[in-house]
């Protein structure tokens, strides 16, 4: 039986505000983690049928104790963001704020601890030689505003069960509050029959955490806003762009050079909505026919692109097919360099091949999946979220307004 204990370093006692004086992204320390400087440790992955390691005893580069963050550009935040939030374990109704990490993103739980000026709470997983999961909590968690960080990510129906027993667990212990923050929602694409004779799976997984016990879920850009609607309880959705947004400015290309792509005809909703923040950037759209799961066929290119900066947006990358022939075209249609932005890397083989083949001066995700070492390539360039969902927890503890983050 392997054994896993998740539980983090002890906080240093003062926060260093000069450090974080010059932090700068839109949201504070949501920094690109370069393929040259992140810890690749601290991000492991996992096999079903392996036993586990959440190695979660050191933090990021540390100086003195506390994360050294990387830099993207001059300060342009509220003051609300610039600072970790510390002493505010009680909300107003009096409950006291608990974290723990489930094994499929330790290094991203970790980091929103670190903003929140939090501990991970002490929690033991283990797997058992058949592969059925055990689950302890180690501390009381009796009449607590909970929060279970646990994407489920692949391997999915292995850390969506451990997410359920997490739940379980919590409800069993009498926490007050049990929120799911589910940075990446496994099954999200299953939102509809396509054809007869289908399971609309993103309903049954909605049902199956909620009748686990969970009163709250935080979700990060669902596939499709209507999925919100597959739970019977609140429904938290918080959207990645402003983070993809800060690093893109940061770069400094110039508005009347730059156009927004959708790499299908579904996506055109939240390319537009990306664009209108890039300086009302025109759009252009990829039309495809799908010919069938994960295979992806381009026809046309609407808009222009001729000699411009293309950045293709979308939710998630998996085997890449649909934005790297995108990507092609548009390169074919004169377009001088090409962006790819997604939150969610799922990247199935053969991604990486496709990524990295030169169509792309460079892919810009986010940490709501974890990134196996050998998934690294140069063009890759990964953003934090952690700040971002450590502020919504804080704003969700607090019965404060989630929304306001955004305007």
Known sequence: MAHTLLQPPPLSSSSSSSAMSSSSSLFPRAFALQSLSFDHSRTPTFSPFTSLKCDMVQPLNCVKGEPVIPVLNEPSLP??????????????????LKLFSGSANPALSQEI???????????????????????????????????????????????????????????RASAKNITAVIPYFGYARADRKTQGRESIAAKLVANLITKAGADRVLACDLHSGQSMGYFDIPVDHVHCQPVVLD??????????????????????????????????????????????????????????????????????????????????????????EVYACCTHAVFSPPAIERLSGGLFQEVI???????????????????????????????????????????
């Not at 003051?79 to 006291?96: A, D, S």
């Not at 929690?123 to 646990?150: M, N, P, T, W």
């Not at 974890?370 to 953003?383: E, G, S």
């Not at 971002?388 to 305007?407: N, Y």
């Open 79 to 96: 003051k609300f963001l610039e600072l970790p939030k510390t002493g505010r374990t009680v909300n107003r109704n009096g409950n006291k």
């Open 365 to 407: 995700i986010t940490n709501t999946i974890p990134v196996a070492d050998k998934n690294y390539f140069p063009q890759l360039t990964i953003l934090s979220v952690a700040n971002l969902l450590g502020e919504t927890i804080w704003r969700i503890h607090d019965d404060s307004s989630v929304s306001s983050i955004f305007l």
């Open 113 to 171: 601890a670190w903003y929140m000026g939090q501990q991970l709470g002490k929690i033991a997983i283990k797997r058992f030689a058949d592969g059925e999961i055990y689950i302890q909590l180690q501390e009381s968690v009796r009449g607590c505003d909970v929060y279970l960080i646990q994407p489920t990510c692949p391997p999915a129906n292995e850390n969506l069960m451990e997410l359920q027993i997490m739940i379980d667990a919590c409800r």
């Open 247 to 336: 690093y893109l400015a940061s770069k400094r290309i110039s508005s009347k050079d730059l156009v927004v792509v959708s790499p299908d005809v579904g996506g055109v909703a939240r390319a537009r909505a990306f664009a209108k923040k890039l300086s009302d950037a025109p759009l252009a759209i990829v039309d495809k026919r799908r010919q069938g799961h994960n295979i992806a066929e381009v026809m046309n290119l609407i808009g222009d692109v001729k000699g411009k900066v293309a950045v293709m947006v979308d939710d998630m990358i998996d085997t890449a097919g649909t934005i790297a022939k995108g990507a092609a075209l548009l390169h074919e249609e004169g377009a001088k």
